[in-house]
């Protein structure tokens, strides 16, 4: 329900024309569904005898379903941009990034290489970029086969979005938030925390359903009037927007930092 609640309402974001990474965080509440994932605050399994370890780990390939998808959809655009000439060397495709962002306005670190690493003097240092960045999105699919090789590779994906962030402006948070799904556990990912409730009639679970609902509400009728053109986005991203035009870029920064840093620390901590 979850997923469908969300598709209908992304519907009308796509469509004004732009399909954006929302869809993956979409999916995660649907592929995961039957794998015990979030069991610990679920409405209908406080009502249930909770399932065994081993039940659950038997759906434990919906992580491998999720991580597939997740490859594919950077695969999707690295070979996009491997047939569009990013690959070609009569072409430079992020130091055309860069200036065409400059040109409309946008000036984060794209002003600062434009200027100190100027294009004929450092095309190998620009072309390398390109090629970088073909090999990392097509390379996303391969890693997904070995977990530790993906327990590496997503904090290469997260510094990888951090430097897009720095220069251009461009943050993808939601693919942080889609990668603590994957965040290696001492459990390996198939222990799950279980709710022992037996009644979720309580004041408890009836406010944790209906705050949500009410801040969206909230949310929709202050929004609308003076934001149409942000009506389906983030609360967060309205409240920011009191003192910054680019919510969701200090957002898209913040979060990615704060799951790198968390990612790292897990991995750390593990060896």
């Known amino acids: 329900m979850t997923t469908v609640l969300l598709v209908s309402t992304q519907a009308l974001i796509f ?20 794998t015990g994932w979030g069991n610990h605050y679920s409405v209908d399994r406080a009502t249930t005898e909770s399932e065994s370890d081993t039940e659950s780990a038997q759906n434990a390939n919906a992580l491998l379903d999720l991580a597939i998808i997740l490859g594919f959809a950077y695969w999707t655009a690295g070979v996009v941009k491997a047939y569009g000439g990013w690959l070609n060397m009569d072409s430079v495709a992020v130091y055309a990034y860069c200036t065409s962002f400059l040109a409309r306005g ?24 390109d090629v970088l960045t073909v090999v990392f999105e097509c390379g996303f699919l391969v890693v997904v086969w070995h977990r530790s090789w993906l327990n590496w590779y997503i904090p290469l994906a997260l510094v990888f979005h951090l430097a897009a962030g720095c220069m251009l402006g461009i943050t993808f948070w939601i693919h942080g938030l889609v990668f603590l799904v ?32 009410f801040l969206w509400l909230i949310y929709f009728a202050f929004s609308t009037p003076s934001m149409p053109e942000a009506q389906f986005s983030s609360p967060i991203q309205y409240l920011l927007s009191a003192w910054t035009a680019r919510p969701d870029y200090y957002l898209g920064m913040l979060s990615h930092s704060l799951i790198l840093w968390i990612w790292l620390r897990r991995l750390f901590r593990k060896r």
Do not use: M
């Open 15 to 34: 469509s004004f024309g732009k399909i954006d990474h929302t869809i993956l965080a979409i999916l995660v509440p649907f592929i995961l569904r039957n």
């Open 106 to 129: 946008d000036v984060f670190a794209n002003a600062w290489l434009v200027q100190q690493f100027p294009l004929p003097e450092y095309f190998l240092f620009w072309k390398s970029l």
């Open 182 to 213: 994957c965040l290696p556990t001492k459990y390996g990912g198939h222990a799950f925390q279980r709710a022992n409730g037996k009644n979720w009639l309580n004041l408890k679970s009836l406010v944790g359903i209906a705050l949500p609902i």
